[in-house]
């Protein structure tokens, strides 16, 4: 069996996350806001801000790269122990064989050492299919919704993994 390694990407390797990205927008351009276009005209200094500002993991078999994903602080800024789950992208080829559910279960360590108690996904209100992916790894659909950027038509629903020893409950978020 290919054993799949999560590891987090420092600023240095900014490139390897640019070249990763890039793939991800040129791949599923529906699955992301931001666009191949926008993307690829960055210059190097806010890639490297983007890899100080949130952690990005990245997934290896024999040395290339698989998959990404990104854990943040979330954007609710009422809740500093909510993090974020973004980005999550995995290449073709590797779609599923749990290269996606290994760095969704890294960025949930992660965040739980990092001091988090819970984790939000955000996924298209009408993507069944990662909406069950996320569900598999307890993350359950909160009463939050927000219209997806640049496709004001369509709305995301939040869900929520409550990390740590109390995984069974997770706050209703629309009213805190």
Do not use: C
């Not at 973004?86 to 290994?102: D, H, I, Y």
């Not at 219209?147 to 629309?174: F, K, Q």
């Amino acid at each position: 069996m290919t054993e799949i390694n999560v590891r987090t990407l420092t600023e240095n390797e900014w490139e390897l996350f640019r070249s990763i990205r890039l793939a991800a927008l040129k791949d599923s351009p529906e699955a992301f806001v931001a666009t191949y276009e926008d993307e690829s005209a960055i210059a190097e200094t806010e890639w490297r801000e983007r890899m100080n500002r949130s952690p990005r993991l990245l997934a290896e078999v024999d040395g290339e790269p698989v998959g990404v994903v990104s854990v943040g602080h979330s954007t609710r800024r009422d809740d500093a122990t909510m993090g974020e789950l973004f980005g999550l992208w995995v290449t073709p080829e590797w779609r599923g064989r749990s290269v996606a559910a290994n760095l969704v279960v890294t960025g949930a360590k992660f965040a739980t050492e990092k001091g988090l108690k819970q984790l939000a996904y955000w996924v298209g209100s009408d993507n069944g299919r990662a909406v069950a992916f996320a569900s598999s790894f307890g993350f359950r659909p909160t009463d939050e919704r927000r219209p997806m950027r640049n496709r004001e038509d369509e709305t995301e629903i939040m869900l929520v993994l409550a990390l740590g020893a109390d995984r069974g409950t997770t706050r209703n978020h629309r009213n805190g």
